[in-house]
């Protein structure tokens, strides 16, 4: 009887580790993954690149600051963005 209280207290313990898990590795882990990815290249911008912000502004990089990002949006017109609003590069791409 004894064995039978053992092993059913380790399967109450097994289903609940076993769910942490699960989230770490689908959940918790390619976020972690995405912002260091995210980080890395805001940290890595370069005047010329073509970027769009999280507001969806396409623009070519003219000036960078610490925390300032100049972006030339049209013939002339520049704005100026908070480094980390801007989500992903458009250099490469063909449009």
Not at 1 to 19: H, N, W
Not at 61 to 74: G, M, P, R, S
Request: no cysteine.
């Amino acid at each position: 009887m004894l064995l039978l209280q053992a092993s059913s207290g380790l399967a109450q313990l097994f289903f609940p580790i076993a769910i942490l898990v699960v989230f770490y590795f689908f959940l918790i882990r390619p976020e972690q993954n995405k912002k260091k990815k995210q980080g890395d290249f805001i940290n890595n911008l370069k005047k010329g690149q073509r970027v769009v912000t999280v507001g969806g502004v396409h623009g070519k990089i003219v000036n960078l600051e610490k925390t300032i990002v100049t972006l030339d949006v049209d013939r002339g017109t520049k704005l100026q963005v908070d480094r980390n609003s801007v989500s992903l590069e458009m250099t490469n791409s063909k449009n």
